[in-house]
């Protein structure tokens, strides 16, 4: 494919065929992602598909990257182009240097003959040449299949100046020598080729560094000795040694022996890790000191290096809105353009008949501007615009432990400029522990008040029910099984023990099932003021006692505020704690504004309402209860820690627990935005502005394909920027005003 009218076609292809229900069409990454109904097609329809609109296509399987296939082939690309150009340079040279030199000598008559008729030659070799006939073929075919692209439009330009140079030399004087326009013309378009694939591969190097990072070999621990064994042979439960300044060869657990582990490519946190018996390791991660054995637990597609380099993929195969926007004028583009370069060409002959133009050689006039209106249109740059740009902030957040599902949650989070974030598991730790157990009335003692409680809260996933049944655990303490058990999410919990109703949950879900709180009212109080978290324990209509638990604050939590804070990002903390704690965790952690006591379908509606009011919002959050605010949201942030549904829902996934990642992907997503619309104003802005130019004859057909080659460079080029630190750009912190209040 060449530009976005190519992609288009092929998308239109695939659609095309039976139980085929969507496709995308990445023209950067040269792949096509197909999603499929419930009839199920082989891929052989779907090749049939692509080869009948004039193009190519192979299964591309990157569940198991064994070898950097994608880097093969475009350093194939680069070298291809390389030799194009080589070609194009010492044919097409001679070509222009004899134009250039029968007008300084003013040639004329027979010796100027001869001098057009080994332009000519050189010019078709340069046609058969890997110069030019990869470009006049896929313009042929385009044209049999009726699908206008890029090489239909630079086949017609050339062709038309081949074809006018002959006719002047043999037939119509008045046709003039275009030669070295055709010669210009391939140059150019090989030098731009050759610059944008090595430009295309900087912009996949972020997934080149990926695939790099899975190591070939392992030592398979046999028979007493290790012995070296392709990675690609080693199975669930098999055991290898890595010692330091080896790579983890799979994802695993220690089973023998400490060491420390860089984990920077997963995490992004440059500080190793200390691991030992049972810590989980991941492959590709690089052992720095130590020596341990490791049981394999997921090996191939299912290892952590793999998983990210297939959401990177996923995501650079995805669109924005924006492009989703160019890619529909660009399929319209080429026919519009050839309809533009005949009314030129009719124009002038019109202009020449009618006596209103009176320049002598018009039909060498015509023919010239023809070809510049042609070669200049091609709309290479749309195609490119926002895939290169997605392309580098992807791979790029990728190794920064940032793994952004698709490219319109990128665009979403660009643009964002309200970031709601979840309490527990979010702004804390989301570990809580249990400080204090103090029972009131009913006859019962501390530890069968927190017995109660655990038995109750053993089968919720809840982190307070899992702080809870911890801390029975740690006193010893046997746990029943209840008779009857119901769960109100973000509330609490009735079930029935040993025949009794139990009522494990908030003051509010107490007091709605009928437990007078009033006596404990005020122990509440100070307890939640200090920034603990309360659960009431109820038995027989009636208060059995108080477990206060606490959350730590992410040593992280107050640095990203900060930075979301400089960004002129608002920041709302919301939370289904009560406004106390919320309040003490708020003034922390330094967030400005708190939304305490919210159900999880009210997180939603919060971001819901802030939506009706015109802002973008993002949801950060990890828990099963927070999947409704995740979706809701324009843009979910979530970490891969969390919960599987928080992961699922949201668009992008935290690696590790530093909750500055948050600011780090709006920044990447910020800057990302900034340059695709950059790369798509200059796209368009560059047509609008050459057209006329070429059309009115300002700008000759050998300019114009290099004013063509430079705006597909351009937008690249300006891609690759988001290489550099994403930090720069943002505008300097505001004050912080008054501690926040629930």
Not at 597 to 602: D, F, K, V
Request: with cysteine; hydrophobic share 50%; net charge neutral.
């Amino acid at each position: 494919m060449t530009c976005g009218s190519c992609a288009a076609r092929v998308e239109r292809a695939l659609r095309s065929v039976e139980s085929v229900s969507d496709a995308v069409v990445n023209l950067a990454t040269e792949t096509a992602v197909v999603q499929l109904g419930r009839r199920q097609t082989d891929l052989g329809r779907l090749r049939e598909a692509v080869r009948a609109a004039g193009y190519d296509a192979e299964p591309a399987d990157t569940a198991d990257r064994t070898e950097d296939e994608g880097r093969v082939d475009r350093v194939g690309q680069v070298r291809y182009w390389r030799r194009a150009l080589a070609y194009s340079l010492a044919l097409g040279l001679p070509t222009i240097g004899l134009h250039l030199a029968g007008h300084a000598l003013a040639v004329h008559g027979e010796a100027r003959g001869w001098v057009t008729l080994i332009q000519g030659a050189f010019v078709l070799a340069m046609m058969l040449s890997p110069a030019g006939r990869p470009i006049l073929l896929g313009g042929l075919r385009a044209a049999r299949t009726r699908s206008p692209n890029m090489d239909l439009l630079v086949a017609m330009g050339v062709t038309a100046a081949v074809v006018g140079s002959l006719a002047s030399l043999l037939w119509v004087p008045l046709a003039g020598d275009h030669f070295h326009a055709a010669a210009m013309i391939l140059i150019f378009i090989d030098v731009g080729k050759y610059l944008e694939v090595r430009a295309r591969g900087r912009a996949c190097a972020a997934l080149d560094a990926l695939a790099r990072r899975a190591p070939r070999t392992a030592n398979l621990i046999r028979d007493g000795g290790t012995v070296e064994v392709p990675v690609s042979t080693i199975r669930a439960g098999d055991r290898m040694r890595v010692s330091a300044d080896e790579f983890v060869p799979v994802d695993g657990r220690v089973v023998e022996g400490s060491a420390t582990v860089d984990q920077s490519m997963l995490t992004g946190e440059s500080t190793p890790v200390e691991v030992e018996g049972g810590a989980r390791v991941y492959g590709g991660t690089l052992v720095t000191s130590g020596s341990v054995v490791v049981e394999a637990t997921a090996t191939g597609a299912q290892s952590a290096v793999a998983q990210i380099a297939r959401l990177v993929e996923q995501a650079q195969s995805s669109r924005t809105q924006m492009q989703r926007t160019a890619d529909a004028v660009a399929s319209v583009f080429v026919p519009a353009v050839i309809v533009l370069a005949a009314t030129t060409f009719v124009g002038h002959w019109v202009a020449a008949t009618a006596g209103t133009w009176s320049h002598p050689a018009w039909l060498a006039e015509a023919l010239s501007r023809t070809i510049a209106v042609l070669v200049v249109a091609c709309p290479c740059a749309m195609g490119l615009a926002a895939p290169t740009a997605v392309m580098v902030a992807t791979g790029n957040a990728a190794l920064r432990g940032i793994l952004v599902r698709d490219a319109a949650a990128l665009e979403a989070t660009g643009r964002a400029d309200v970031v709601l974030l979840d309490k527990t598991g979010t702004l804390t730790t989301g570990r809580p522990s249990v400080t204090h157990v103090v029972e009131h009335g009913a006859g019962l003692e501390a530890r069968d008040v927190l017995r109660l409680a655990a038995a109750v809260e053993q089968f919720s996933s809840h982190p307070l029910a899992r702080a809870i049944v911890a801390k029975a655990r740690e006193w010893g303490l046997e746990l029943e099984t209840p008779e009857s058990y119901e769960q109100k999410a973000g509330l609490g919990v009735t079930a029935r023990l040993n025949g009794k109703a139990v009522i494990v949950g908030s003051r509010e879900f107490l007091e709605k099932n009928g437990v007078d709180c009033r006596e404990v009212a005020e122990r509440l109080e100070r307890l939640t003021t200090d920034g603990q978290t309360v659960v009431l324990v109820g038995t027989d209509q009636q208060v059995a006692g108080v477990i206060a638990l606490a959350d730590r604050p992410r040593e992280s939590a107050a640095p990203a505020l900060d930075e979301l804070d400089a960004m002129n990002i608002e920041t709302l903390m919301v939370t289904g704690d009560d406004r106390h704690t919320a309040a003490a965790v708020a003034a922390e952690v330094g967030a400005r504004h708190v939304r305490a006591e919210l159900m999880p379908g009210e997180k939603a509606a919060v971001a819901r309402e802030l939506m009706r009011q015109g802002r973008h919002v993002v949801f950060v959050g990890d828990g099963i209860n927070d999947a409704p605010a995740l979706a809701a949201a324009s843009a979910g942030i979530a970490f891969a820690a969390g919960s599987e549904i928080a992961r699922e829902t949201a668009g992008i996934t935290l690696v590790g627990d530093d909750l500055r990642l948050v600011a780090e992907a709006m920044r990447i997503a910020r800057r990302s935005v900034r340059v695709i619309r950059q790369n798509l104003f200059w796209a368009f802005f560059y047509n609008v502005i050459a057209i006329p130019l070429a059309a009115f004859g300002v700008l000759p057909p050998g300019f114009a394909a290099a004013a063509m080659m430079l705006s597909s460079l351009s937008v690249v080029l300006n891609s690759l920027r988001l290489q550099r630190d994403a930090g720069e750009g943002d505008r300097p912190r505001r004050d912080k005003g008054p501690r926040p209040s629930a």
